[in-house]
């Protein structure tokens, strides 16, 4: 079975310690998401986990196939048109040209892009567009384990829910992992089986929480209950320093 | 290949698009034969008495092969530069201290009058090809090794982060980011280091040398032959707009399509 572990991670910047102490154990299929304020270290973990950056204290398992990446930014190659972008990592992989022009195309389609922009540079998208490139981008490859770093909080809701529906279904049908790290709570409980919150200075794991309905089948209402339910636990009201009226 | 192919695709129309600077080329032209009206042909001669002082060129061997060691020139002091400038600036821009080091050298480099490495060059190699090559070559040097410096210094943190997450193999990621990013930074360069070159080897040939466009001008001028200074200046002009608009400027726009 293929899993990520993490046991007892730390880790600082200098004499600034980011994390401490994190242990949570992801597994195929499932969902995780970390929550927590800006600046908290959530980024950090992420990259650790991709192997982004180098680990100095505690232990990463991963012994997922293959991963992918989607980052807050679209982070698209600008000399590159849209299908070239989509296909960078099948590229990667050694898929030939071809064959990697074929899938790029029919996963670009799937994220609601039309086939005249796939000639298009970067430059000639809105900021909707780009992020679907670069989700199309991460999901060609089928990764096995997709990192996920809020990827969603530049978009207008209509556009936030479009794409969220889009990954819901893959991971209903594709078996998808997601690591996924965000500081929107609602966000959390739509998409993940379980979310970890994530306090800040240090970033330290102060609460778990399990969500059992399987996410397609998760209607608005049980997560709009879900999230008043949230707002009134002491340890997000802390975590997020709420101000209660 | 496809894309030579686009660039020659997109040709007739980019020669089309060129109708406004044709105009404004026209317009100097007259505004050049009111001075001539005004003020008489030893001051400046008309536009018709140099352009039929071009075409005459063309018949006179002697001037033809003045020309073609002029452009000869240029162009391996240019090539020459390109070379170093590209290897050297690549060099600086991958190591920090090295890019650091350069940095004073280059602005003493930039802010060096052409005319005085005229001066040296011809102390050092004497009158002659040497002199008039090594002035192109360290006066475009400068602009193209900037060019290669800031193009890889500028490399984003973020496309690097990206590019490792999906695990792109060394010549991957030199294919996919490295080259079209350095090259966007490059490719300008070239195109400056190139109008330097045809500049700064007509200078360096009216002093330091006996044969050449610009050792024809010091001829002219001393005989007082404003016609023929003039068409020689016409010359070099002409076959440096052909240059960097009808054969430069066509790569130029397919190769930074990309940008805003």
């Not at chain 2, 990013?181 to 400056?192: K, L, T």
Request: aromatic share 10%; with cysteine; proline share 4%.
């Amino acid at each position: 079975m293929e899993r990520l572990e993490v046991k007892g991670l730390n880790h600082s910047f200098g004499f600034f310690r980011v994390l401490e102490d994190i242990n949570f154990t992801l597994e195929k299929g499932k969902v995780i998401s970390i929550v927590g304020p800006s600046g908290g270290g959530k980024t950090t973990l992420l990259h650790l986990c991709a192997g982004l950056l180098d680990l100095t204290e505690g232990e990463i398992v991963n012994t997922f196939k293959s991963s992918a990446f989607a980052f807050q930014e679209p982070r698209l190659l600008p000399w590159k048109s849209v299908l070239d972008n989509i296909a960078l990592g099948l590229i990667a992989k050694g898929v030939s040209k071809k064959e990697a022009e074929i899938k790029a195309t029919n996963i670009a389609l799937e994220f609601g892009l039309e086939l005249k922009d796939l000639e298009k540079f970067p430059k000639d998208l809105s900021g909707g567009m780009r992020q679907r490139v670069s989700f199309a981008r991460a999901l060609v490859v089928e990764p096995s384990l997709l990192f996920l770093d809020e990827p969603f909080s530049a978009l207008d809701i209509g556009l936030k829910k479009e794409l969220q529906n889009h990954l819901i279904d893959y991971i209903a049908h594709h078996n998808l992992t997601i690591l996924f790290i965000t500081h929107d709570i609602m966000e959390a409980i739509r998409l993940s089986d379980k979310i970890l919150l994530l306090k800040s200075d240090p970033g330290e794991i102060v609460k778990r929480i399990t969500i059992d309905t399987p996410q397609i089948e998760r209607t608005d209402k049980e997560v709009f209950d879900r999230m008043i339910e949230l707002l009134k636990d002491q340890d997000i009201i802390n975590t997020f320093e709420l101000e209660i009226k | 290949m496809k894309f030579i192919l686009k660039i020659l695709k997109d040709f007739p129309w980019f020669l089309w698009s060129g109708w406004g600077a044709v105009a404004s080329i026209f317009l100097f032209i007259a505004l050049w034969d009111v001075g001539y009206q005004l003020y008489g042909e030893l001051v400046l001669p008309s536009p018709k008495a140099t352009f039929g002082a071009v075409a005459d060129f063309f018949s006179d061997e002697a001037i033809v092969s003045d020309m073609i060691l002029t452009i000869t020139r240029a162009m391996i002091g240019f090539v020459a530069a390109l070379i170093f400038g590209s290897v050297l600036g690549l060099l600086a821009g991958f190591f920090a201290t090295a890019s650091i080091m350069s940095r004073p050298i280059v602005t003493i480099l930039v802010g060096m009058p052409p005319i005085a490495w005229v001066v040296l060059a011809m102390i050092w190699f004497g009158m002659g090809d040497t002199s008039v090559i090594f002035t192109v070559v360290i006066a475009s040097f400068p602009i193209v090794f900037v060019g290669a410096m800031q193009g890889t210094r500028t490399i984003e943190g973020e496309l690097k982060e990206m590019v490792d997450s999906f695990g792109l193999s060394l010549w991957q990621k030199f294919t996919n980011l490295y080259f079209p990013h350095i090259f966007s930074y490059i490719f300008p360069a070239w195109v400056s280091g190139l109008g330097m070159s045809w500049k700064i080897v007509v200078m360096a040939e009216l002093l330091s040398s006996s044969d050449g466009i610009g050792a024809a001008l010091a001829v002219a001028r001393s005989q007082l032959d404003t016609t023929v200074a003039l068409a020689l200046v016409v010359v070099m002009i002409g076959s440096l707009l052909f240059l960097e608009y009808i054969v430069l400027e066509p790569i130029k726009k397919e190769v930074e399509a990309w940008r805003d």
